[in-house]
């Protein structure tokens, strides 16, 4: 990947922008992946910030490896010269030509420094390290949720809400060979009454590939999603649908709920959502968005959600004890 000033460097991973006869498109300069254009420059943000996010869960260096991406870049993201402090934090800043965003590690002064840029919360895990490898914290868990579910909203707007449930759960439960396996039971536990139907508008866009497996049983193939790291999202999925307040739900509304909770990062408190970003991974206009929301928070399964002067949705978090916290 590379850092503003053209030059590669370890824990900085960058995207930018590319506007042409009022199409926005987005294309990462490390690894040559391309959004295609799209006429929503919040959409093509949203896929943009997704892949930086896949790039630090496949490639972030153990703690002890990391070093300010700021410094080595000369502390050239931010004004003045302060001098490095205080512990690593992962921030997202856009660049100063406004058609860049960037996300990199940098100590603590050098972030309060960059204008504009937002830390991204990294709760401790209790988890120890397992099987070799470092345990992925909570933070990292909804992180990786929520790329998987930007996958979700680059589906044509005809794509119904069945499909576009499958399809998540599916994104979520991938392994790093793209495959997802797609047992009878987890259709009848998404309450999915069309499969066929589903399928078949998920394997018309390319989206997915339906493998009949002699051995392993059924399985859905995601190309986009090969080499994906995986993590516990596709149990929190599962466990959160099959809530009573979530289950009973429609089957947009259970998607938007899924959705929005991708968005919070530790249990019991407050959290943002941008709802246009949300509302195109449930397929839904906004107004219909804003219905879905309001029939989950009249069974409980969101919390209080108010809208900021920002855009944003601040939302409070439900009674629903929060399964990656387990």
Not at 112 to 120: H, L, S, T, W
Not at 210 to 229: E, T
Not at 244 to 269: I, S, Y
Not at 296 to 307: E, I, K
Request: positive net charge; charged residues 20%.
């Amino acid at each position: 990947m590379r850092q503003q000033g053209g030059a590669a460097s370890e824990g900085v991973w960058s995207a930018a922008l590319d506007v042409r006869l009022r199409l926005v498109s987005c294309r990462c300069a490390g690894c040559g992946w391309a959004s295609g254009p799209l006429p929503a420059p919040a959409a093509v943000r949203e896929a943009a910030v997704a892949h930086l996010a896949e790039h630090v869960l496949r490639e972030r260096l153990p703690n002890h490896l990391r070093t300010c991406g700021c410094r080595t870049a000369g502390c050239g993201w931010h004004p003045g010269r302060r001098g490095c402090g205080g512990q690593l934090v992962l921030i997202l800043f856009r660049g100063p030509d406004g058609l860049s965003w960037h996300l990199a590690e940098a100590c603590e002064r050098c972030a309060d420094a960059i204008p504009q840029a937002a830390r991204i919360p990294q709760g401790a895990d209790p988890a120890r390290r397992r099987r070799g490898g470092e345990a992925p914290t909570l933070a990292a868990q909804h992180l990786a949720a929520r790329a998987a579910l930007a996958r979700v909203a680059s589906l044509p707007e005809h794509v119904g809400a069945e499909a576009r449930l499958l399809a998540a759960v599916c994104a979520l439960r991938t392994r790093r060979t793209g495959i997802s396996p797609l047992p009878h039971g987890l259709i009848r536990a998404l309450g999915i009454t069309q499969p066929g139907r589903a399928i078949g508008e998920l394997e018309d866009t390319g989206w997915l590939h339906y493998l009949s497996r002699p051995r392993g049983g059924p399985a859905v193939f995601i190309p986009d999603l090969v080499g994906n790291r995986s993590s516990r999202a596709g149990q929190w999925a599962l466990r959160l649908l099959a809530d009573p307040r979530v289950a009973g739900l429609g089957t947009a509304a259970r998607l938007t709920v899924l959705t929005v909770l991708a968005w919070a990062e530790q249990p019991g408190q407050a959290f943002l959502v941008e709802p246009d970003a949300a509302a195109r991974t449930t397929g839904l206009r906004p107004r219909a968005f804003d219905a879905a929301v309001a029939r989950a928070r009249a069974t409980g399964a969101l919390g209080p959600c108010t809208a900021m002067p920002s855009g944003l949705l601040r939302c409070e978090q439900p009674c629903i004890v929060n399964p990656l916290a387990k």
